[in-house]
Each structure stands twice: as C-alpha cells, then as structure tokens.
C-alpha cells in the first residue's frame, strides 16, 4: 500500500539551511506535497511539484524531487524562527486523496 | 471568510458516551475529509466525501460514521467513545482531488479526550 517516511524530528541554527527528506512508495502520484503545521493549527500547504518535474523554487523554499528514488526533500534557506513547525511530505493515492508521512518536527534554534 | 470551521474545538467524554463534531466551510468546496492526528503516527485518513450525499471510508474508519447531508457540512460521529479514540481531530476541504493540485484547507482542530 502507499506509504511515506519522513525523520521525525531536525534542529538547525538560524540563518542554517534545512533539509526535510521524504521517501514515497506511489509511483503514480501525479504531485507531491509539503504541508507546514504551527503549534495549535491545522496543516496548510506550503508548495508542491508535479511528478515530471525535478525541482521546484519558491523564494527560500526549494523542492527536489528524485522519481528513480522516490525521493523528495524541501529545503529551507535561511531558516527562521518562525519556521519552528511540523512539516509533512504527502502523495497523492489512487483514490485521489492524500497520504500523509509522519511529520518532521523542525526547531530552529536562535 | 471564515474558511473551515470545526466544533467543539476540546470535548472530554466518558467511555460509552456518543458524540458528533462538525465541519463546516464556507469555500463550496466538493471534497470534505475527517482526518486524526496522534503522536508518532502523523495524520491518518478516518472518513472522506467527494460530494453532498457521499461518504466512503478511509485509512481508520472503524468505531466512526459520518453524514454529508449539505455540501458545506460533514459530521463525524463516534456512537460509543473508547479511550483509544483520544486524538486531535482535522477536518479539512479542497474543491478538486489530490490528483489535481488539489489544496486541502484544515480547520483548527478538535481535541477530544475519551477517559
């Protein structure tokens, strides 16, 4: 069945990069996604990239996505303390929702 | 645009006891979904509905039931709470499927304790 693994946890500095990492088992998923929770909130999206594509940027956020792999990591420029949150690597099933890994708890320490 | 709206957002009930939580948006989204969220084992599908009058099961159905009466509405019902069912409870929405970019909205959440 689908499934999707991510660390549970990463500390970085502020003003680090992060690196999220995330493996997959759907090959059909046509996206991928990365969801962000704050403390006390719902999940919201954060970005996302179409199956075809190997990378994606959105000012500090890169995605890059290894199909052979199926490996998908999100990383963080700069890392703020505002980036203190859950993040969650999601495919998309056959059935057209989506699949949720764990969640990676990132701490940014000042 | 009040987006996605759940109530109760913290409920304790006693082992046995019934209760209905209910989701409501406002975006006239198709697709509603009722997900729960435990420590180490990240968010798992409970119910979903890809339109007014439909449900299907998800990931974790058992011990759940819900009804999509309106397109705006989805309700989860637990019939006989049991201490396992202590979690936080997501509900969320999007106007397409995940196949189509399509974007989930969460509510805030639900924190229920079943003691």
């Known amino acids: 069945g689908e499934d999707v693994e991510q660390s549970l946890f990463l500390s970085v500095r502020e003003g680090d990069s992060s690196v999220i990492n995330c493996t997959y088992t759907?090959?059909?998923?046509?996206?991928l996604y990365w969801y962000k929770q704050e403390p006390g909130a719902g999940l919201q999206l954060l970005t996302y990239?179409?199956?075809?594509?190997d990378m994606k940027q959105d000012q500090r956020l890169t995605v890059l996505l290894n199909k052979k792999d199926k490996h998908l990591s999100l990383r963080i420029a700069d890392t703020q303390t505002g980036d203190s949150a859950i993040y969650f690597c999601?495919?998309?099933?056959?059935?057209?929702?989506?699949?949720f890994g764990k969640g990676t708890k990132l701490s940014v320490k000042p | 645009n009040a987006g996605v709206t759940q109530t109760p957002k913290f409920r304790v009930l006693k082992t046995g006891q019934s209760m209905t939580l209910l989701c409501a948006q406002d975006?006239?989204?198709?697709?509603m979904y009722w997900y729960r969220q435990d420590p180490g084992m990240g968010l798992r599908l409970i119910h979903y509905?890809?339109?007014?009058?439909?449900?299907a099961k998800g990931e974790v159905p058992d011990g759940y039931n819900v009804s999509r009466l309106k397109k705006q509405n989805f309700l989860l019902g637990l019939e006989s709470a049991a201490p396992s069912q202590t979690s936080v409870y997501f509900c969320?929405?999007?106007?397409?499927?995940?196949?189509?970019?399509?974007?989930?909205?969460f509510g805030e959440g639900s924190r229920l304790t079943v003691l």
């Open positions: 969320a929405s999007s106007q397409t499927s995940g196949a189509d970019t399509g974007e989930l909205f």
């Open positions: 759907d090959s059909s998923s046509t996206y």
């Open positions: 990239i179409f199956s075809n594509m």
């Open positions: 999601a495919e998309t099933s056959p059935r057209g929702n989506l699949i």
């Open positions: 975006m006239n989204h198709e697709y």
């Open positions: 509905s890809v339109g007014e009058g439909t449900t």
